[in-house]
């Protein structure tokens, strides 16, 4: 089994995204997360997506932290380390492309995939 930890900060004046459609927000990056590491696991479970916005500052930007959590069952192949640094940085840069699109600027803080076997984290710049 898989533990995936991402974190990401999200700030911009114009983003698809606002306080008040948080729920509906946190739904789509469970569904976008959720079909994104099933291309690399056999089964995920998304446990967790927290969206939590600041208030808007003077000069009218929108400030929020994403936080998902999730379990996989894997893949022997995935046990390899090289394999699963792999995966991690494919699902940081897809994950990190895809909140653009809602949250404008995007900064990942951490991509991370553990497993008992070793723990890859990915801190992003």
Do not use: W
């Not at 089994?1 to 974190?7: E, G, K, L, S, T």
């Not at 739904?27 to 079909?35: A, D, K, N, P, T």
């Not at 994950?95 to 995007?106: D, I, K, N, Q, R």
Request: aromatic share 4%; charged share 20%.
């Amino acid at each position: 089994m898989f533990q995936v930890h991402i974190d990401a900060e999200c700030n911009g004046t114009h983003i698809e995204v606002l306080p008040s459609e948080v729920e509906t927000a946190e739904f789509m990056i469970e569904e976008l997360v959720g079909q994104l590491l099933l291309e690399h696991f056999d089964e995920v479970v998304v446990d967790e997506v927290t969206i939590h916005f600041s208030p808007r500052s003077p000069e009218g930007q929108h400030y929020c932290t994403i936080r998902l959590r999730a379990h996989c069952l894997g893949k022997s192949s995935l046990a390899i380390s090289g394999a699963l640094e792999q995966v991690t940085l494919v699902v940081e840069e897809r994950m990190s492309s895809a909140l653009v699109e809602l949250f404008g600027t995007v900064h990942m803080g951490q991509v991370a995939i553990i497993s008992h076997l070793c723990k890859i984290v990915i801190p992003c710049s």
